[in-house]
């Protein structure tokens, strides 16, 4: 099993473009999760989602957008990329809400 | 709004003493803790949980402790090891939404 497999593993945007962070899980994990970190600081909780075509906000949801349309993969969109929006992205699955696996994460700078 | 918070910010132990990393959490309803280990460069990686009602859990080398009266939860490390050294962070789950709210971290240095 892969686990937790997040592209590209680094990325650099230029302001007011968009992109798209790809999460894949091969575990049959019903919830799956964006987190952001910035220097110092935790994990904050982008988005969510607890099964296949439903998704929810988390802490820190503004610029980004989610869709669920299969157990596997739960994919982020940044729309309009800012300055702010660079960062580490961690996505995240877990099966029954218990043990979240975390991907390597993908590096995002935003110039 | 809730949050989960750390006492020690950097911890520095000998090679071979026992470590112990203290979290304080504030939000009465949470059922299920967990702690991961974050090295340079990586993501998060699961070291242990542990749920509501139980007091104490132990792992390979950890032990998670969890006092509830206090909202305190604490990981301790048996014989440290420099590949020891990371941040560890403290997460708390909150009902049956499945979201976890993270501490900002301790930062653990083993000296050799």
């Known amino acids: 099993n892969a686990g937790v497999t997040q592209t590209p593993k680094f990325q650099v945007l230029k302001t007011g473009q968009s992109m798209t962070l790809q999460c894949a899980q091969d575990?049959?994990?019903?919830?799956m999760s964006w987190y952001r970190q910035d220097p110092g600081m935790g994990l904050r909780l982008i988005h969510y989602s607890v099964g296949a075509g439903i998704t929810d906000q988390g802490e820190v949801p503004n610029g980004y957008n989610v869709s669920r349309s299969t157990t596997e993969d739960f994919p982020l969109r940044l729309l309009s990329a800012a300055p702010s929006q660079t960062s580490v992205y961690f996505c995240?699955?877990?099966?029954?809400?218990?043990?979240?696996?975390f991907g390597s994460g993908t590096r995002l700078t935003v110039v | 709004g809730e949050s989960v918070g750390l006492h020690l910010p950097t911890l520095s132990v000998q090679e071979g003493d026992n470590s112990i990393i203290n979290c304080a959490y504030s939000?009465?309803?949470?059922?299920?803790f967990i702690w991961y280990k974050q090295e340079s460069g990586k993501g998060p990686q699961f070291i242990i949980d542990i749920r509501s009602n139980m007091d104490k859990r132990q792992g390979q080398r950890v032990t998670v402790l969890l006092n509830k009266t206090v909202k305190h939860l604490s990981l301790q490390i048996a014989a440290t090891q420099p590949g020891d050294s990371a941040v560890y962070f403290c997460?708390?789950?909150?009902?049956?939404?499945?979201?976890?709210?993270f501490g900002k971290g301790t930062l653990l240095t083993v000296n050799p």
């Open positions: 939000n009465s309803a949470s059922d299920y």
């Open positions: 575990m049959n994990h019903e919830y």
């Open positions: 997460a708390e789950r909150s009902g049956s939404n499945y979201k976890l709210t």
């Open positions: 995240a699955s877990s099966g029954q809400g218990y043990g979240y696996t």
